[in-house]
Structure formats: structure tokens, C-alpha cells
């Protein structure tokens, strides 16, 4: 008998889950799918830890359930799905993902913007529906990139990482920052301006979001945003979906308000708001920013370091609520 009970919510890359079986008894959800709410409490009661996806809620109701709980390794670097400052009350240590995943969902952002400044998806349609008739010079034209303003809004680690690999575009770069601090790197590296949100709504030609979700960041982009961007604008969003009002997106949209829309991630996932498949201006993925074979793999092994670490008693790599540690001491 190994000394800890752990539970995974769904199957994550088999590297995470060998490390976790060096230190624990390890059950993993059988089913390919997310659990409802209902069959993850019944899951993890009795275990000593968890790991989970950020499809589960994780609040007062999980932790009255799972109470001999360690520790929870959130399987993700956004946690909006996590009470944080209920775990803490509890001081019941918590951990995300962050690093890991910078550059996979930084790509993801850049292949939001070539596929919907380029048409790409639209164009891809049309090839296979057999009806191209040949190449034709007012067919599926784009937009530019190269020389055009990049807007950040939220210059974190994905942020930053996606600002900087807009250099090989010669791309002007502004940003904007909750904390209203300045990014040095982004600064001094490609020259890149802390601006209000109305300047960069109003400036740039590529706004992409990197910003967390919290009750200040839902609905950031509603009508009245989509109404300051110019008409000539493209919008990306890999961070989390209720950061746009998405039936203020689709009309913004359909009234060409703006000019496309790349998404990764929805406002009520995993259903579409009404409209929004039907716009041809719109790329749509199915949340997968993180996922790359060595994103993937290295976010298994950090969730399960982080909670093996909970499981000692330790502060983990990456915790969300450390100074539950730093009391103790
Ligand atoms: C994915 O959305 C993540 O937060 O890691
Ligand atoms: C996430 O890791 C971020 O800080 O952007």
C-alpha cells in the first residue's frame, strides 16, 4: 500500500501519471470526457490528492467533500475554475502550470491570426467543396500583417512571448497592463508602448488577449469595445472565453464592425453562441493553445511534481496561495 491516495480527473500524458504511481495509489477517471460536477465530488472523496482540468469547479463544496485533501494541482495555468481564497481559508495549497505552456499557446495565437487574416480556413472549404474554378485575382483577399500593430492586452508570459515573436514581422507593438506597470522586456527588446485600452482598441490592426479571467477582464470586449477597433481590425482570443461578450462579437461581426475574429476558447464552453459558426470571418479552434506533445507532456510532470510536493507537506514549484507556506514558517 502506497501512503497517498491521488485522483486525476481525466487522463493527462502518462508521464505525469508514472510520477504520481512513485509516491501514490493512483485512480484515473476511465472515461474520455469531463466529469459533471456531481461524479467529481463522488470521486475524490477519501483522496489525498487531486489532479483536475479547468472543466472542474473547484470551491467549498469540493473541499467539504475531499477532506483529507493535500493539496490540488490544477492541470492548467488559468484558474478561474479555482476558488483560490477559499482553498486558503482551508489552507489547503493549490497549483497551476504556468511556463510550460508560453510558447505552444503563443503559436496558437499566431495561427489565429495568419489563418484569419489570410482566409486560410475559409479558402481551405472552398478546395475541398470541389468548387474552385481556378485562381482568380479578387479572390479571398486578406490582410496584412507585416508592419501592422500588434495590441497585447495583458503582457504576461503568453503575452510577452507572442509580442516578441511578432519581430520577424517588422510589427509596431502596444500593450496594455492591469497593474499599469511597464514590461522592460517588451520595452527594451521590440520598443513596445503601455497604452490606455482605448488606445489600443482604436490603434491596433490585431488585438490579441492574453489577459486571466476575473471579474474585471469578463466582458472586457463587448459592443462598445468592438465599436473603438478599427473596422479594418482582427481580434484573437487563447486566454478564456468570457473575456468577450460573444453575442456582442458575432453582431460586431455580421455588421463588419470589425473584420474576423480567431478563437480558442468560448464564452460557454464547449457550445458555440448562436451565429457565430455560421460567420466566415471567424477561425475557430477547440482550445488546444497548450497543445503540443512537449507542452502537454511537461504541464502532466509539473501538476504532478506540484502534487507530490502538496502531498509532503512542501510548497509546490508553481502554488497559487504560497503564503500559506510562508505563514508557517
Ligand atoms: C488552458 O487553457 C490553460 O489555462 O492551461
Ligand atoms: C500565463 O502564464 C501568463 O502569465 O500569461
Given at each position: 500500500m502506497k501512503k497517498f491516495?491521488?485522483?486525476?480527473?481525466?487522463?493527462?500524458?502518462?508521464?505525469?501519471?508514472?510520477?504520481?504511481?512513485?509516491?501514490?495509489?493512483?485512480?484515473?477517471?476511465?472515461?474520455?470526457?469531463?466529469?459533471?460536477?456531481?461524479?467529481?465530488?463522488?470521486?475524490?472523496?477519501?483522496?489525498?490528492?487531486?489532479?483536475?482540468?479547468?472543466?472542474?469547479k473547484i470551491g467549498g463544496d469540493f473541499f467539504d467533500t475531499a477532506a483529507n485533501l493535500k493539496?490540488?494541482?490544477?492541470?492548467?495555468?488559468?484558474?478561474?475554475?479555482?476558488?483560490?481564497?477559499?482553498a486558503t481559508r482551508r489552507r489547503i495549497p493549490v497549483s497551476n502550470t504556468p511556463g510550460v505552456l508560453t510558447d505552444a499557446t503563443a503559436e496558437c495565437a499566431w495561427a489565429l491570426i495568419f489563418s484569419v487574416a489570410r482566409r486560410v480556413v475559409e479558402s481551405d472549404k472552398v478546395m475541398r467543396s470541389g468548387t474552385w474554378s481556378g485562381w482568380g485575382p479578387l479572390q479571398f483577399i486578406g490582410g496584412d500583417i507585416k508592419g501592422k500593430t500588434l495590441g497585447i492586452v495583458g503582457a504576461g508570459r503568453i503575452g510577452t512571448e507572442m509580442a516578441l515573436m511578432s519581430r520577424g514581422f517588422g510589427m509596431k507593438v502596444l500593450y496594455?497592463?492591469?497593474?499599469?506597470?511597464?514590461?522592460?522586456?517588451?520595452?527594451?527588446?521590440?520598443?513596445?508602448?503601455?497604452?490606455?485600452?482605448?488606445?489600443?482598441?482604436?490603434?491596433?490592426?490585431?488585438?490579441?488577449?492574453?489577459?486571466?479571467l476575473t471579474p474585471q477582464t469578463k466582458h472586457l470586449f463587448d459592443a462598445s469595445a468592438f465599436s473603438q477597433m478599427k473596422e479594418t481590425a482582427y481580434i484573437v482570443n487563447t486566454a478564456r472565453g468570457p473575456v468577450i461578450n460573444e453575442n456582442d462579437?458575432?453582431?460586431?461581426?455580421?455588421?463588419?464592425?470589425?473584420?474576423?475574429?480567431?478563437?480558442?476558447?468560448?464564452?460557454?464552453?464547449?457550445?458555440?453562441?448562436?451565429?457565430?459558426?455560421?460567420?466566415?470571418?471567424?477561425?475557430?479552434?477547440?482550445?488546444?493553445?497548450?497543445?503540443?506533445?512537449?507542452?502537454?507532456?511537461?504541464?502532466?510532470?509539473?501538476?504532478?511534481?506540484?502534487?507530490?510536493?502538496?502531498?509532503?507537506?512542501?510548497?509546490?514549484?508553481?502554488?497559487?496561495?504560497?503564503?500559506?507556506?510562508?505563514?508557517?514558517?
Open positions: 491516495k491521488v485522483y486525476v480527473t481525466r487522463m493527462i500524458p502518462q508521464e505525469g501519471i508514472d510520477l504520481l504511481k512513485q509516491v501514490a495509489e493512483v485512480t484515473v477517471n476511465p472515461e474520455d470526457r469531463p466529469l459533471s460536477h456531481t461524479e467529481l465530488l463522488e470521486n475524490v472523496r477519501d483522496h489525498d490528492g487531486v489532479v483536475g482540468l479547468l472543466t472542474d493539496g490540488y494541482a490544477n492541470y492548467a495555468v488559468g484558474f478561474d475554475n479555482i476558488d483560490v481564497a477559499e496594455t497592463s492591469s497593474s499599469g506597470r511597464k514590461n522592460t522586456v517588451l520595452e527594451s527588446k521590440i520598443g513596445a508602448r503601455l497604452v490606455s485600452f482605448t488606445e489600443l482598441l482604436e490603434t491596433a490592426d490585431f488585438v490579441s488577449i492574453h489577459t486571466p462579437l458575432v453582431a460586431a461581426l455580421k455588421n463588419g464592425t470589425i473584420a474576423g475574429a480567431g478563437l480558442d476558447v468560448y464564452e460557454h464552453e464547449p457550445h458555440m453562441t448562436p451565429g457565430l459558426t455560421e460567420l466566415e470571418n471567424v477561425v475557430i479552434l477547440p482550445h488546444v493553445g497548450s497543445a503540443t506533445k512537449s507542452s502537454r507532456t511537461d504541464m502532466a510532470t509539473l501538476a504532478a511534481r506540484n502534487l507530490i510536493a502538496m502531498l509532503n507537506g512542501d510548497q509546490p514549484e508553481t502554488c497559487l496561495n504560497p503564503d500559506i507556506f510562508n505563514e508557517q514558517n
